[in-house]
């Protein structure tokens, strides 16, 4: 592994697939030019609609999404991350899907997202993403790769889930992505100390690309897509427009986090 500069894509998708992948492609492309290797793509980048039109939509989605992956990745010669698109599994439901690619296109990791977010918020708003999302029944994978670290994937939720990150730490991750449309209300106090969380107790790089702004009807999300460091230290963060987070991974930074804070070998349960 040597030190390299990753990306935290910010994005305010729409329910319009053509219109989001445009988005996306002019953010890759940006944070191309700024020298990025690693790039990540927030959940639902493709398409942030009504659960209902999602569903309707989610082959398309599906399909269009992951040859997008692919498309990119060759173009730049670098690899992605998508945080987040359906993959269906019938006619009523589908998996929440992440899909890490390499500059060859081929695909490196996939993840079903777990932890299903199903919550009355106090400011009115009701979430039950299990009504269209079928739960992933497996942890999550970590690609290995000399050049860029150990890489373990994560969606949204599931940052509030500190054992899922801990097996990923003890399988060897390096870098947690945790692409994420965290909700407005909740990410204003929680979105950085939990992905700081998570950095500090598993001595981990953190990159985390984010929803913002509104997307529909009474939808909203935080922003703040950020990349954090195995301290905690918040190296990037592209606050509320839509943008990207450039920092550095260096594995002399991991080292040296791990040496002054061996918390990971002193482990007991």
């Not at 039950?128 to 739960?135: K, N, Y």
């Not at 209300?185 to 981990?204: M, S, V």
Request: hydrophobic residues 40%; negative net charge.
């Amino acid at each position: 592994m040597k030190s390299y500069l990753a990306a935290a894509i910010q994005m305010t998708s729409k329910p319009d697939l053509g219109k989001n992948l445009t988005e996306a492609e002019e953010l890759i492309d940006l944070a191309v030019r700024q020298g990025a290797e690693l790039i990540g793509l927030p959940e639902n980048f493709a398409f942030l609609g009504t659960e209902a039109d999602k569903i309707a939509q989610a082959d398309a989605i599906a399909q269009k999404s992951e040859k997008f992956l692919k498309k990119m990745a060759q173009r730049y010669q670098v690899t992605i991350l998508g945080g987040g698109f359906p993959v269906p599994v019938d006619e009523k439901k589908a998996y929440n899907t992440a899909l890490l690619v390499d500059a060859s296109g081929s695909e490196l990791a996939r993840y079903q997202k777990a932890h299903l977010f199903d919550v009355n918020l106090p400011d009115g708003i009701t979430y039950c993403e299990s009504s269209t999302v079928m739960a992933g029944n497996a942890l999550p994978p970590i690609h290995f790769s000399e050049k860029l670290g150990n890489l373990g994937l994560s969606i949204c939720y599931d940052i509030r889930f500190p054992e899922l990150y801990r097996h990923l730490a003890e399988k060897g991750a390096d870098i947690l992505f945790v692409p994420a449309a965290f909700t407005a209300y909740t990410g204003k106090d929680h979105w950085k100390i939990l992905l700081q969380a998570r950095a500090i107790e598993n001595t981990a790089y953190v990159i985390a690309p984010a929803q913002t702004g509104n997307h529909y009807e009474m939808r909203h999300t935080h922003g703040h897509a950020m990349i954090i460091d195995p301290w905690g230290i918040v190296l990037a963060d592209a606050g509320t427009e839509s943008g990207v987070a450039i920092a550095e991974i260096n594995p002399a930074r991991l080292k040296q986090v791990r040496q002054q804070m061996p918390s990971l070998q002193h482990r007991v349960f």
